[in-house]
């Protein structure tokens, strides 16, 4: 979805889920298909719906439970919220509360690298997010700039899908393992256990990416990527062209060995002092062209039909969430 909003719905999608009737396209990725849709009382769903060939490995939805409750123990800012979901239907969903906002890949392609105040401000948010998903016991394990929702409220971490328990067996799909390789830890592209760590440093992978527009370890397909990554205790990513307090919060993210970087928790502390600023105060944090373009997903969202997308009529609903936690 280029512009982060919603598109119509196409001639082969689902009309109704659950009771939830689907307005239009919100996201594709290779878990599924994500729909705008709400809840009986009006209040806006992000709604996934997974691909026919994984809801035909039973494996796979006994993970999905897993992860999902897993998933619904996490509460804290900038942490989107798991609402509703069934594993054990013809095809296995997910419904999280909508954050109207643009991806910020989506953000980088339109509109190039972000200021480092920016940067920081946005990189703090997100790991005070990680520190309450690592609070909660979980790793979300797929850091990257596509889970980065940028909103006027400040970015928002998204898409629990593939995150997992602390302590639980490694989860592989068949043939490679789960994640995004261009944005995996040296000890995740290795295939050895993962930490908390983990997520610290593809959260220094996305905060580089932001400020230069570029991936810190080179361009090329994931899995080259992904190798170079692999071997950084060898070959560090160059950060002398960010800025020195940008610099100071990359360089401890990316610390080759898990047992050397900061905790969310920490990262965040660095991103304030670096900032001298109130990190939570996002009157104006984004640069104008961005926030025009977030101001018309919220209107796209509250207003469906100005764009000529489907209408919610009136239905049951499925599950016992009736809103979303913090509504």
Wanted: proline fraction near 9%; glycine fraction near 12%.
């Amino acid at each position: 979805m280029g512009n982060g909003g919603p598109e119509p719905l196409r001639a082969d999608d689902p009309r109704e889920i659950a009771g939830y009737v689907l307005e239009s396209r919100i996201g594709e990725g290779g878990m599924g298909t994500v729909y705008l849709t709400r809840t009986a009382e009006g209040r806006p769903v992000a709604l996934k719906l997974i691909r026919r060939e994984h809801a035909q490995s039973e494996s796979f939805r006994r993970r999905f439970a897993r992860e999902v409750e897993a998933a619904r123990r996490v509460h804290g800012h900038h942490v989107v919220p798991v609402v509703d979901h069934d594993a054990q239907g013809p095809r296995p969903w997910l419904a999280t509360r909508y954050v109207p906002g643009l991806p910020l890949d989506d953000a980088l392609a339109a509109h190039g690298p972000l200021p480092p105040a920016c940067v920081l401000q946005l990189t703090a948010a997100a790991a005070l997010a990680l520190d309450a998903v690592h609070t909660a016991g979980v790793i979300h394990r797929d850091v990257k700039p596509g889970n980065l929702l940028l909103t006027a409220e400040g970015p928002w971490l998204l898409d629990f899908g593939i995150a997992r328990a602390v302590g639980t067996s490694s989860l592989t799909t068949v043939g490679r393992m789960v994640g995004t390789p261009k944005y995996m830890s040296p000890e995740h592209a290795l295939g050895k256990q993962l930490t908390p760590a983990s997520d610290v440093f593809t959260l220094g992978l996305l905060a580089a990416e932001a400020a230069s527009g570029s991936h810190p370890y080179g361009e090329g397909g994931g899995l080259v990527v992904a190798t170079r990554i692999a071997g950084t205790d060898r070959e560090p990513p160059d950060l002398g062209g960010h800025p020195a307090a940008l610099r100071e919060v990359l360089t401890a993210c990316l610390a080759a060995r898990p047992e050397d970087r900061p905790s969310a928790a920490q990262v965040a502390a660095l991103c304030r002092r670096a900032t001298g600023r109130d990190v939570r105060d996002f009157t104006g944090w984004l640069p104008k062209p961005l926030t025009a373009t977030v101001s018309r997903i919220e209107r796209a969202a509250k207003d469906p039909r100005s764009s000529g997308w489907l209408r919610r009529t009136p239905g049951r609903r499925a599950g016992s969430t009736s809103s979303p936690p913090g509504d």
